[in-house]
């Protein structure tokens, strides 16, 4: 008897975490929902949905308001007792007219964008595989509002209402990604991303500095890669894609797997990327100025001018790239959740275009060398978060990060035997503690930032 009764209790838990698992569909076509936003003030909590349009939702018990919200479907609010009148499904209507949507870039939390008073612009999953960038910078060029100076290939400089480069913050999963040799003059730091593993991005327009600090002054650019997804049945999630893609413009080749295994508490999620570019190629109908006739070789020690049999190939251009991603996760209860992130990109060397047409007044280029070299980002970060009402938060995020950044220029004018190298290493240490707390009717959030770079810079001539 006691067996018996101990089985139906085990069932009955089964059961009921079962049961609290929302799933939301498509009212047309009956199919699941991924990343659709819920979250609730009271108790506060928010999650979003998995690839099979699932959510756990038993940390929203007692709640009598849940905003279920996804771009392109009408906003639904329900309570928690609705949810479970409507055996936890929920089938969303498409509307042609829904731009509220969830962002995190004006607070560093999850909030709609309704309560923002700035201008914040989102690239989803879907725009990235419609446009198919070849780099981040283009990821961001795509969205229309963000210009993006590129002198060559390798390049991408983004410009935000008249404000680049050291004016403009770039985040990682909310890690700062600015660093001391951020310059005033044109960077390519963001092409270290990988846009097949980014899951969302927003741009940020206007001064974020109060929350972000002083390089935030012009914009905020959030990058928030691919997340780890728990599975919230009782077998293993596995889900993965692979992309292969050629470019005839530039004779592109890019190759790219990611796969998500993941279980009740542990979940994991690898990602790798190789790209290799080519010379570009101009259009037949672009300025002569920016031609190619010619392109140098160091021959038995002197440099040599040799014809371009094709001008518009810029010759030399190319490079390659490799990116990888690997992210570990742990939620033992609804109230904690750990991640573990480490990114790692690497750059060939590659050329600056711009600089390798211009010529003297005799007619002989300016420049036989002008290379930034192999371009080095690699992150590793850790983040902490506990959502649970307190008397001093409601939902407190810790993030510690560990940054490498390497980069380097190497030029050298014509007929001239000395090669000058400037190479700079900078090993950047951050910690961030953001706390969120609802009081009243008011909403009020607060952290600390701590942030230090050891930076070392080598010259060199040979």
Known sequence: MLKTILLFFVLGISFMAYS????????????PIELVSIMSDHPNAFTTTNTMGQADISAFQGSNKIEIRR?????????????????????????SAAFDEVVVSATRWNQSSSNTPSKISSITPKEVAL??????????GSSGEVFIQKSQQGGGSPMIRGFATNRLLYTIDGVRMNSAIFRAGNLQNVISLDPFAIQKTEVFFGPGSVIYGS?????????????????????????????????????????????????KKWSSVTSFTFNKYGDLQMGAHGPAEYLKPFYVQRIDNIDQVIENPKPQVQNPSGYSQINMMQKVRFSPNNYWDFQYGFHY???SAYSRYDR???????????SAVWNYGPQLWMMNHLSILHQKDTKIY?????????QTFEESRID??????????????VQAFSMNVDLEKNIQKHRLFYGAEYVLNDVNSLGKCS
Do not use: C, W
């Open 215 to 263: 390089d935030a002054i012009g914009g905020v650019m959030s990058f928030q890669t691919i997340q780890p997804q728990l599975s919230l049945q009782n077998k293993t999630l596995v889900k993965g894609k692979a992309v292969s893609r050629f470019s005839s413009a530039n004779n592109e080749f890019s190759n790219h797997f990611d796969v998500n295994v993941g279980g």
């Open 131 to 140: 446009n198919n960038p070849q780099t981040a910078a283009d990821l961001l």
């Open 412 to 425: 050298r004018r014509f007929n001239h035997h000395r090669l000058r190298t400037n190479l700079e290493n």
């Open 20 to 31: 609290q698992t929302l799933t939301l569909t498509n009212i047309e076509s009956n199919e």
């Open 356 to 366: 390798l047409i211009e010529t003297q007044s005799n007619g002989l280029p300016v």
């Open 71 to 95: 771009l392109g479907y009408k906003t639904e609010i329900k309570s928690f007792e609705e949810l479970s009148a409507s055996n936890y499904l929920i089938n969303l209507t498409p509307s």
């Open 345 to 347: 990109s690497k750059t």
């Open 394 to 402: 409601d939902k407190l995020a810790i993030q510690l990060a560990q």
